[in-house]
């Protein structure tokens, strides 16, 4: 790993009892391309250089998939059931990213070509900050999916990610997760 970005997030991830035993359960799943991101990386790096001893309440683990052959919206909920039956103390939101295209009109009001990879859909999300998942593989490595880097992650940089985000979605997104008071040194960029 020559990436040092990647080797520190790959260690905080080691150094997360919370968050391994999350990757064991969505490992047991037996995904083919899969990962754990979103919120969970992103408050597990903003902790960890805050210095907080206690993780920061996760309202969800993301289980974000990639898989273009079960595009119905009840797989996703039966994987949710698995990994609750797995750790019930977590709530789960699991999805297929090759299904986005599917919902993504009638949930956020506008027509999204479909996508074409586990990396392409991370790349998607709202923050370039939490365009990041990580993976464990069977042999207990783990890798890191950031198709547009760490920089803005380790930086503290929460920065809009235009391609599916609304200037106007990502305000009302960065009013509502409060980010400077849970994280007092990071810069939002408008």
Not at 97 to 120: D, K, N
Not at 134 to 156: C, E, N, S
Request: charged share 25%; proline share 5%; net charge negative.
């Amino acid at each position: 790993m020559s990436d040092p970005q990647e080797a520190q997030l790959v260690s905080l991830v080691r150094g997360a009892p919370w968050l391994l035993r999350a990757l064991h359960a969505v490992r047991e799943l037996g995904l083919r391309d899969w990962c754990i991101g979103a919120g969970a990386v992103r408050n597990l790096v903003w902790d960890a250089q805050h210095g907080f001893a206690t993780p920061s309440h996760l309202p969800d683990v993301d289980v974000a998939y990639f898989d273009a052959t079960h595009l119905d919206a009840e797989r996703d909920a039966a994987f949710e059931l698995e990994l609750a039956r797995a750790i019930p103390e977590t709530t789960w939101d699991v999805t297929n990213q090759a299904a986005v295209h599917t919902w993504y009109q009638a949930r956020f009001g506008r027509a999204v070509t479909p996508l074409r990879s586990l990396a392409e859909g991370v790349g998607t999300w709202p923050e370039y900050a939490t365009c990041v998942g990580v993976t464990l593989r069977a042999d207990d490595g783990i890798d890191v999916v950031a198709p547009h880097g760490l920089g803005d992650l380790f930086a503290m940089v929460v920065r809009r990610n235009p391609s599916r985000v609304t200037a106007l979605a990502y305000r009302a997104r960065v009013a509502q997760k409060r980010f400077h008071e849970r994280w007092p040194r990071v810069t939002v960029v408008d």
